[in-house]
């Protein structure tokens, strides 16, 4: 244990440091201050917790890859296999889910695994629905964040670290301002429920320099995925029609894999 002096403002407060171990100079513990408890088992350095990709790269990437897996499981090792079946398949783009408690910790390990096996992997999160959350991702690595809804403070912190923001849109107005605020691309979600293809159409007339990803009514047929790229949109992101649970329940990746190359070589057919 020892004792050290944070400043804060012209006011200086000490503290204690109960170190468990170190790495490159970062405690990992417990703080104790005026205010609480804060742990320090998830700190690491700000070098190894920095997106690894530019954000021209993510958005080049959607738009080459034009297929984002989303996805999210509470067992690190399912996440990993779903990846590797994913990546396997062609994926250079996944989405992990802000959806189950302690997502943050799965997440914070998943990243690891990526950025150690897969150097041309993009992963980021979706569902991230406030600022202080997308905030807590990219602390973790996260190379882009996805919302279902439109929120301004999210941009804010987004744009300051350079971070890709895709947030939720329903309407042309939204997703007006989203573009105010910065947004290289906008999520429809749930794309059936908005619409369809038909809206994305729609939006494309007086908007063409809009950038569309659904999520929600998407599914990895040549009808389908054809009707949504036919109708303008830059990317698509599919969640449990690509990746169903049965599959996932069976351990029968290799099937994940089969069915992620069949929507990359329908997307391919579609869009040429």
């Known amino acids: 244990m020892h004792y050290s ?11 204690r440091f109960f170190n468990i171990g170190s790495k490159k ?18 700190l690491q350095t700000f070098v190894s917790l920095m997106a690894q990709f530019k954000r021209i790269e993510v958005i080049n990437t959607f738009y080459a890859s034009k297929m984002i897996p989303v996805f999210y499981h509470g067992d690190l090792d399912t996440c990993k296999n779903v ?19 302690f997502a943050h910790e799965i997440f914070g390990q998943l990243i690891k695994y990526v950025q150690s096996n897969y ?12 600022a202080g959350t997308a905030s807590l991702y990219m602390q973790l690595g996260a190379n882009f964040v996805v919302s279902p809804i439109l929120v301004e403070e999210m941009a804010k912190v987004c744009n300051r670290r350079k971070v890709l923001w895709a947030p939720g849109c329903g309407s042309l107005s939204e997703i007006s301002k989203a573009e105010e605020l910065g947004a290289e691309i906008v999520k429809i979600f749930p794309g059936s ?20 990803m659904p999520t929600g009514g998407v599914s990895p047929t040549e009808q389908n ?10 990317a ?13 329940a069976q351990k029968d990746f290799e099937a994940i894999t089969q069915k992620v190359r069949q929507a ?9």
């Open 83 to 101: 990846v590797d079946a994913c990546y396997k398949g062609g994926v250079r783009v996944f989405e992990f889910t802000n959806r189950g408690d």
């Open 5 to 15: 002096a944070i400043k804060a403002g012209n006011m200086e407060r000490k503290v």
């Open 119 to 130: 150097s041309d992997l993009i992963l980021g999160v979706g569902s991230v629905i406030d």
């Open 225 to 234: 995925l054809k009707a949504w790229f036919d109708a303008g949109v830059s």
């Open 236 to 248: 698509v992101g599919m969640g449990s029609k690509l990746l169903p649970k049965e599959l996932i």
């Open 25 to 42: 100079n970062i405690y990992f513990g417990a703080l104790f201050t005026e205010i609480g408890l804060i742990p320090l088992n998830f």
């Open 193 to 212: 429920a908005v619409g369809g293809p038909a809206f994305a159409k729609a939006i494309k007339g007086p908007s063409p320099w809009t950038s569309i």
């Open 264 to 272: 990359l070589e329908i997307i391919k057919k579609v869009t040429s």
